[in-house]
C-alpha cells in the first residue's frame, strides 16, 4: 500500500514542480529544464528530483545550482499545491540518462553503418 502511494505522491510532484520551476521561479540561472522523474522514499521524507537541462555543462550547472537555491521557494510551493502531512526534503540531481541514451545510439548509428562493408568481407570468404 505504502508502494502506491509513493508512486502516487511521486507523480503529482513531478507535474507539479515542473508547473513551479516553468511559471513560478524567476531565476535567469534556470535554463530549459524538464522534470524526467521524482523518487520518493517510502515514508515520504525525501524526494530526488532528476531535471534533464538543455545545454552545454555549463548551463546544466548553472540550472542546478539555482534549483538548489530555490528549493525553499519550490518545496513551500508542492506544500501548498499538495496536501501532504509533511511536505519531503527535495533535492536536485542531474539526470543523464538522455545523455547516455544519445551515447548508445551513437554507437549503435556507427555499426549499422559500418554492417555493410563487413557483410561484403564475410561473404568472399565462402
Known amino acids: 500500500m505504502a508502494n502506491v502511494r509513493s508512486s502516487r ?7 507539479e514542480i515542473a508547473d ?3 511559471n513560478e521561479v524567476k531565476d535567469p540561472r534556470v535554463g530549459f ?3 524526467t522523474e521524482v523518487e520518493v522514499t517510502g515514508d515520504l521524507q525525501h524526494a530526488k ?8 555543462d555549463e548551463a546544466r ?11 525553499g521557494f519550490i518545496r513551500g510551493e508542492v506544500a501548498r499545491r499538495i496536501r501532504l ?3 519531503p526534503e527535495l533535492s536536485f540531481k542531474l539526470d543523464t540518462s538522455i545523455d547516455y541514451s544519445d551515447k ?3 554507437v549503435l548509428r556507427r555499426l549499422h553503418e ?5 557483410d561484403k568481407q564475410s561473404s568472399g570468404d565462402n
Not at 114 to 118: K, L, Q, R, T, Y
Open 9 to 15: 505522491v511521486s507523480e503529482q510532484m513531478q507535474r
Open 20 to 22: 513551479i520551476i516553468r
Open 33 to 35: 529544464v524538464t522534470v
Open 49 to 56: 528530483i532528476f531535471v534533464s537541462v538543455l545545454g552545454d
Open 61 to 71: 550547472q548553472n540550472s542546478l545550482t539555482a534549483l538548489s537555491k530555490a528549493t
Open 85 to 87: 502531512r509533511i511536505t
Open 104 to 106: 548508445i545510439q551513437g
Open 114 to 118: 559500418e554492417e555493410p562493408a563487413g
